[in-house]
Nanobody, 124 residues
């Protein structure tokens, strides 16, 4: 069992960058696949990005391809989401998720553990 904790959210302007972090105290976190999802008010949870436990495989949602980059540092038990060229439509609560067996990385149902979320607001 792991408890992901997100950080790094905030209020930025369109075109700015932010880096979100997802850390867990448990060393086993390095053996889990990691994912980022987001949810805007009145909208369904949306897949953003995912990464395998080794970092060798990454996946992205269409709205963020070419702008966001997911990475991880297993020595620090942390998964990152670098967000560049932010747009107002990126405004949402961003959630980190972790799973040991993730058959469908883009599906939130594949993940077992979730953080509390961090707010990202992009002003125009």
């Amino acid at each position: 069992q792991v408890q992901p904790v997100e950080s790094g959210g905030g209020l930025v302007q369109a075109g700015d960058s932010l880096r979100l972090s997802c850390a867990a105290a448990e060393r086993t976190f390095s053996a889990f696949a990691g994912g980022w999802f987001r949810q805007a008010p009145g909208k369904e949870r949306e897949f953003v990005a995912a990464i395998s436990w080794s970092g060798g495989s990454t996946y992205y949602g269409d709205p963020v391809k070419g702008r966001f980059t997911i990475s991880r540092d297993n020595a620090k038990n942390t998964v990152y989401l670098q967000m560049n060229s932010l747009k107002p439509e990126d405004t949402a609560v961003y959630y980190c998720a972790a799973g040991q067996v993730v058959p469908k990385p883009k599906s939130w149902e594949s993940y077992d553990y979730w953080g509390q979320g961090t707010q990202v607001t992009v002003s125009s």
